[in-house]
């Protein structure tokens, strides 16, 4: 591998930032608003960096106000979900297992013509009696950790394959689980979703579509693609940015996945400093009202990661 882990994410900050119609001075002035705004939250327990708040007003394109709920809702979720972020550490033991053995999810290197991300999320060939959707979402999560560093792109391309998908992981994914794993993609991640393309899906697998269709907006759900062959991908993604597991011209998943698990342990310190950020509610300015966070919460907060 001949790739540094520094450079593995190809991106243009100013041009996705001009075609959300701002210069790089305008983008520069939006983020110094929301360092400002940081002064006056003590309740929060440190300050996003400018890439992370650069990327949280592109989500938004550019909106100050939203920008400001996403990044208290960084910090909030991290109090109120307190045991499902203390798996998303790439050095728990269980959740080695996940991103070792059970699953592969990562960002493609290069972004589309039109600047979209390309995701690849895949089972592995490996049946887990312990397997747990929750602690996937916790994988994610571990990789958002760096996309908020260092990722700027307009949105999202994601491509599931369900080849290796077992009947197992089937029965053990949940409306309660699907619920969370979108609240995250909406409220957290705040996503921008191109396009969502499964491949290789048994028939039995449908029901996990099925779910998800049912808590997804009707925009993401008209974003939703079932392809009958992995050639289809072909229309959507150039295959220079693909794989050559899909028959694309980017290295082989395991030799990605490989990079990305060396990229991972440059950012521990702060995956280590991540578990001990805690946001303090007596210092809150304005008490949390009622919101479609904490009725998610209601239902998350006695949630099974194990």
Not at 110 to 129: E, G, Q, S, W
Request: hydrophobic share 40%; proline share 5%.
């Amino acid at each position: 591998m001949d790739v540094d882990p520094d450079k593995l994410l190809v991106t243009d900050r100013q041009k996705v930032i001009e075609i959300n119609g701002k210069t790089k001075e305008q983008a520069e002035k939006d983020i110094d608003i929301i360092l400002e705004w940081f002064k006056t939250q003590k309740h929060l327990p440190e300050t996003l960096s400018r890439n992370a708040i650069e990327r949280y007003l592109v989500v938004t394109k550019f909106s100050i106000e939203r920008t400001k709920k996403l990044c208290d809702m960084y910090y909030t979720s991290r109090t109120l979900l307190s045991d499902f972020f203390t798996y998303c550490n790439p050095r728990d033991p269980a959740q080695k297992i996940y991103m070792d053995k059970i699953m592969y999810y990562f960002p493609l290197s290069k972004l589309t013509k039109d600047f979209y991300r390309v995701n690849i999320i895949a089972y592995r060939d490996f049946d887990y009696p312990e397997y747990n959707p929750l602690r996937f979402l916790a994988f994610v999560q571990i990789i958002f950790e760096i996309l908020i560093e260092e990722e700027l792109s307009m949105g999202d391309i994601i491509i599931i394959d369900f080849k290796y998908i077992k009947k197992s992981h089937v029965l053990k994914t949940t409306p309660t689980q699907m619920k969370m794993s979108n609240f995250f993609l909406e409220q957290l991640w705040a996503s921008r979703v191109k396009g969502i393309h499964f491949i290789n899906v048994p028939t039995f697998a449908e029901v996990v579509i099925s779910l998800a269709k049912t808590v997804v907006k009707k925009k993401i759900l008209d974003r939703l693609f079932i392809h009958a062959a992995t050639e289809e991908l072909f229309e959507h993604v150039p295959k220079e940015i693909l794989p050559k597991d899909y028959g694309g011209e980017e290295r082989s998943v395991d030799e990605l996945n490989e990079l990305w698990k060396l990229k991972l342990e440059r950012y521990q310190p702060r995956y280590e400093q991540l578990q001990k950020l805690k946001v303090n509610e007596v210092l809150r300015p304005e008490p949390l009202v009622n919101s479609d966070f904490l009725g998610y919460y209601g239902n998350f907060k006695k949630i099974d990661v194990d």
